[in-house]
């Protein structure tokens, strides 16, 4: 098996996760890997995503101030074999800053001290991609083409990937270093994901008065809510009303409730259906009352769907084998950029890279997954080259 350089590993990890870059606010995650990437090898591009975003989000004003960035697409040509160029990706992001984060080593946990996110979820997918190349040259390894991403704006809704330029990828395979599950978990299906917002308008009067006269859409959206199921509505199904908004005064009948949910589902009939049990439930609660009633979806990723079958699924089984680990094959509940890169047309699986509680200031990662993690993206290169026939190296 390679030998990580540990040291190396950990300190480049915690020196990206003491780069602070929410949302939207990657400029200088982008600038430092770049230096990085040119000093592998690589070739590396910028793409205008970051100011198409902001601009999509109206929130061009600031961008000057934002120093936002692009998703940065990084190539490096292989070792002379005639292999399909595969993709790893990571995204840039955190879900929230961790300014002035402080970052622990306890016994081979790293995690922050309770006040801030650590980061991990992405920088550890980030940290062993970079591990993984440095090795590859230092140690000449073959591989084939490979093309490194890193997106922006992933938790904030995979926005990154969304408005990346899927024609400049050549990719046949995409192996995704975003997953919270330990570094043998191959993540070859999740969901599709539709969003829904709900209207309801009553009528307003005076509750004292003349509350005969009014339609209380509170009362039509509690029936309608009473009437859903929610949660996890079976092994690939999940439904949840998450938001709801409405009413004014106490003393006026409330002529406005406003819904907002989410059906998750890896079965696109079982999706559609909830959203039909969704939307003739709040019908028939409005009919009741008398209120009227709107209902608006919005797609925001389709699912994928891999099995054993699939190359990229064997590719990536091997690679874990190499990295001396048992793979097992897992579906997820949430989206990835993986989503989109399926979505893209190319097959692509989410792979485990050991952080656990993340989107907490509990998060952490264990040296020992960051060093497996390197050696996964190692095992892939390894066995996207033996495929091409370069024999194996032990
Ligand atoms: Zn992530």
Known sequence: MVEVNEKRLVDRFVQMVKIDSPSSHEREMADYLRKELEALGFDVEEDDSGRDLLQKLGDIRGAETVRFAGNLIARKKGTGLQTDTILFAAHMDTVVSNK??????ENGVIKTDGRTILGADDKA?????????????????PHGDL?????????????????????????KYGFVMDS????????????AEIDFCIKIYGQAAHAGVNPEDGINALAAAGLGLSNIQMGRIDGETTVNVGVIKGGDKTNIVCDYVGLWGEVRSRNQDKLAWQLAKIQTAFAMACEKFGARFEMEEQPIYSGFNLTEEDEVVQIAFEG?????????????????????FN?????????GVGASNDHTPEESVTVTDLVQATRLVLGIMEAVAERAGAGAKA
């Open 180 to 191: 919270g599950g330990p570094p043998h978990v191959v993540i070859g299906s999740s969901p």
């Open 147 to 171: 093309e490194y991403v890193f997106t922006i704006a992933e938790e904030s809704g995979l926005n990154g990937a969304r408005l990346l330029d899927k024609k400049k990828l050549r990719a």
């Open 125 to 141: 997918g980030i940290a062993a991609m970079l591990e993984a190349a440095q090795l590859a040259n230092e140690q000449q390894l």
């Open 343 to 351: 979505a893209e047309g190319i097959p692509s699986v989410n792979l």
């Open 100 to 105: 002035g984060v402080t970052v622990k080593n």
């Open 320 to 340: 874990v084998r190499k990295a001396g680990m048992s793979p097992v094959l897992a579906a997820r509940g949430g989206g990835s950029d993986t989503n989109i």
